[in-house]
């Protein structure tokens, strides 16, 4: 995936410390904080036909031109009445005097003793307020017999039931969905103001490492964690642009990173970002940009470097694939929201039982793969993967959901409620 063309490329708004804490470890929830308090969002608006804007993250409110529905109608096939003319003692035989369909206007009022056939979607006439379905009554002729008791507005959708004309139909940061796509159709709406698409630079370092396809020469394996971050943003609306493998040189690295940096909203790697002699991604952010080291209480995760390179965000994942998956789903599918202007909060984990028993450390939130099994009664079970490597890409395809296991707790036993959230909630 390549890169086009930079002119009128507007960088976000970085300041050269805006990575910078002072505390020794980081939770999930303070680096959300600080991307929402410290980060704003790009600059550049596109004005997009609806059908072209499922993804994209909404630049300005959109509020209805009218109200929906604009005329109250019947929501039922059935009979228009007025509610004044049943007998709360036993039913009631009213003449059926007019027909009405959906894009039928009525030609007249109903009159006391009146009823007009009409199906969902059409006007109600002038002087009905109430439709009865037609399974609950008997068409007799030109007559229509109603049984008693039906509620006065039964059946009847007001003009506005939905939203009424000029009040806010979606909110400037809503990442666009089809059903959003749908109600600004339904308010009138063909076009859309959205933010412009995030754009990333993504490259792997290590000489361990050989493209998928390849011939592996000893002591190599094939890269994953590149194709893993390309379709984790693309699938955010980002642009990517794919620098490939990088051998561990400081120099070809500092050079290829300061390169990277224009035109890019984001710089993303994984790996070589820690204290180590081999970590020299490190070393060369330090020289071409700032880089602040994050430590999280997570597992598996812990270290995530954050920095700035010119004017785009650097971000070093991890090494391991699944910890790459984590951070970025737990930490950076935050940092991305801010850059995009998007509203965005973490999935809510959803109630099951633990199917299996488990010891972590305090003041650690861990992430264990699990699967998901419905019970007799209806309950969800979590059964845990068999392993907990970081490095098990096959703990993400053979699971259906991550149990997260929070900082207070120490010990899980079977039966157990726990959270949990499914993968595909994700990113």
Partial sequence: MRGRDRTNFSMPQLTDDCFAHGGAMMTIAEA????????????GVENLALAAADGRVLAEDLFAATALPPFANSAVDGYAIRHADLDERGEM?????????????????????????????????????????????RAEGGTVVLPSGLKRGANARPAGEELDAGTLALPAGRRLRPQ??????????????????????IFSTGNELAEAGSDLKP????????????TLLTRLGVEVTDLGILSDDPDGLATALAGAAPGHDLVLTSGGVSTGE??????????VGRLDIWRFAIKPGRPLALGTIGRAAFIGLP???VAVWVTFTQVVRGLIAALAGETWRPPSPLPALAAFDYRKKIGRT?????????????????????RDGAGILSSLTETDAIAILGDTVIEIAVGDPIGVVPLGLYP
Avoid: W
Avoid at 32 to 43: C, S
Avoid at 221 to 229: A, G, H, M, P, T
Avoid at 278 to 287: E, L, S, T, Y
């Fill in 319 to 321: 090494g391991n694939p």
């Fill in 219 to 230: 002591a190599q394996v094939y890269d994953s964690n590149r194709i893993l971050l390309a």
């Fill in 278 to 287: 081999a970590d020299h991604v490190k070393a060369a952010v330090d020289r």
């Fill in 32 to 43: 959300l904080a600080l991307f929402a308090e410290r980060l704003r969002p790009v600059d």
């Fill in 366 to 386: 861990e992430f264990v793969r699990v699967h998901l099994d419905r019970g007799a009664n209806g309950e969800v079970h979590a059964r845990k993967f068999g």
């Fill in 180 to 201: 959003d796509l749908a109600l600004a159709a339904a308010t009138g709406a063909t076009n859309l103001k959205v933010r412009r698409r995030l754009r990333a630079a």
């Fill in 93 to 137: 035989t009213l003449a059926v005097v007019e027909r009405l369909q959906a894009g039928d206007q009525s030609r007249r009022s109903v009159c006391a003793g009146e009823a007009i056939r009409i199906f969902t979607g059409a006007p109600m006439p002038d002087g009905a307020d109430t439709v009865y379905m037609q399974e609950d009554v």
